[in-house]
């Protein structure tokens, strides 16, 4: 059990350091980068999940709010766009995770209405765990009550502000079990959460109800519902396209395959691994998940296994 402990420890380790989760992170030196991505819709960068705005004369209404130490450079830095005094009236989660949902206490006490898919609210009101079912876990505490989203949705919600139809989508099972797609049809943009997203070989949290499978499909039906020259903000990364799209769809079918088959050989992970199945889509292999860790996750997701929670502290 104490081996087994260590590991652990290292493996939170790593996934503090690339700061998806957020703790252990100094914040006092970010900075929060807005850009225009079209009309009145913003992308705001700093640490955490990338935020989109749209800004306009009804107020604002925020796409994910990062980390509760950023909530006020979020606030000042929608302020100093001098489009309007009005206050950010609505949070969308798009979902659970910490690097996306870490100022919702803030932002609720500063009197925005949190609103997720229902799975988000009970994610972050009982903790639990993240993880791909394999070498990457970790434990998530429950959030405090002023965090917890007031208003949720089954399948879809719409925003009426700024002449703009805002739409929630909830697409089941693919970072997670509470994953909402947003779209700003009058501005041809849309925020596409963590089922989309640009740092390699994503992060798929089987462990909260993620699949490579639901994440295939929400990407896929983005990448051919949505208008061609639509602006992607992916939940991490630079601002993107369809054809960005497209080619992340590509290596999750392709890689999944790849692992489909090892399965059906009867080759174990061990073998997988050592065998290099991924070796191909090398260049999608990431600091924060490598192939090996890719390897595992397609495993887990096609096998169904979730990965047990062990407590470790
Ligand atoms: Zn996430």
């Not at 739409?167 to 693919?174: C, E, K, S, V």
């Amino acid at each position: 059990m104490l081996r087994m402990g260590v590991r652990l420890l290292s493996v939170v380790a790593v996934v503090w350091c690339t700061g998806l989760f957020g703790q252990d992170q100094d914040f006092s030196k970010v900075q929060i980068k807005v850009s225009k991505v079209s009309g009145n819709i913003y992308m705001l960068e700093g640490a955490g999940g990338n935020i989109a705005a749209s800004v306009g004369e009804d107020g604002i209404v925020i796409v994910d709010d990062q980390f509760a130490p950023l909530a006020d450079k979020i606030q000042a830095a929608l302020k100093n766009l001098g489009i309007t005094d009005k206050p950010v009236r609505f949070v969308i989660n798009t979902h659970y995770h910490g690097d996306h949902t870490g100022g919702n206490a803030p932002f609720a006490n500063a009197g925005s209405t949190l609103i997720a898919q229902d799975n988000v609210r009970k994610r972050l009101e009982t903790g639990g765990a993240a993880g791909n079912g394999g070498s990457v876990r970790m434990e998530v505490k429950p959030a405090p009550k002023a965090a917890l989203p007031i208003i949720t949705f089954e399948h879809d919600v719409t925003v009426h502000l700024n002449g703009e139809d805002i739409r929630a989508l909830h697409f089941p099972a693919g970072h997670t079990d509470g994953d909402a797609v947003i779209f700003f049809p009058k501005n041809n943009v849309v925020h596409m959460g963590d089922d989309f997203v640009r740092y390699g070989f994503p992060f798929i949290d089987v462990t909260s109800g993620g699949s490579v499978q639901g994440m295939i499909a929400a990407t896929e039906k983005v990448s051919t519902q949505q208008p061609p020259d639509v602006k992607v903000i992916p939940g991490h990364g630079g601002l993107s396209n369809l054809d960005d799209v497209r080619a992340f769809v590509t290596m999750l079918k392709e890689t999944s395959a790849a692992v489909q088959k090892a399965i059906d050989e009867k080759k174990t992970l061990e073998q997988m691994k050592q065998e290099k199945i991924l070796e191909s889509w090398k260049k999608w292999s990431g600091e924060f998940v490598d192939s090996d860790k890719f390897i595992e996750t397609l495993y887990n997701s096609l096998t169904g296994t979730k990965g047990d929670f062990v407590k470790h502290n």
